[in-house]
């Protein structure tokens, strides 16, 4: 997998512009010059987690934040196998966050893990993080030019 320049991931984020998108970077002591598999795949959730507006930008910072092992783990699935892992993220009664890679709950409400929710949850935001990533790739070559093709079709 290929690094990323910001200004480059910035146009296949649907919510965040490249504004948004270094600030978000600066917050997560993420390097903006060249932008790493993990460093792609924070930008996409904080994305993801945005365009929801269930949380504030300090929530989904500390989010982020907090599963940020469990995403540069699928970074490295990414980049070291051939078999594609499903990694999803959910987010229960807006307030309860996990993964598929980790045991326990994040509240997102008093900023600490829980070991299981206090009661049954009503509303699950899900994310296939995964196929967010496909999609991201996806969106991204369709947006690059080569000088070469733009030649081809002048």
């Known amino acids: 997998m290929q690094e990323i320049s910001i200004e480059d991931w910035s146009k296949c984020l649907a919510v965040l512009d490249l504004k948004a998108a270094k600030r978000y970077c600066r ?10 598999v993990s460093s792609q795949l924070q930008l996409a959730l904080v994305d993801w987690i945005s365009h929801l507006g269930v949380f504030t930008d300090t929530v989904v910072l500390e989010v982020v934040r907090t599963f940020r092992p469990c995403i540069e783990g699928l970074a490295e699935d990414l980049e070291n196998t051939d078999d594609i892992s499903v990694f999803t993220f959910v987010i229960c009664d807006g307030r309860y966050v996990s993964c598929s890679t980790r ?9 600490e893990d829980v070991e299981e929710l206090p009661g049954y949850s009503v509303t699950h935001l899900m994310c296939d993080v995964t196929q967010l990533y496909s999609r991201m790739r996806y969106r991204l070559a369709k947006i690059q030019v080569t000088p070469s093709t733009e030649t081809e079709h002048a």
């Open 27 to 36: 917050q997560l002591d993420i390097p903006d010059d060249v932008l790493s």
């Open 103 to 111: 045991e326990t709950f994040f509240d997102a409400d008093l900023f």
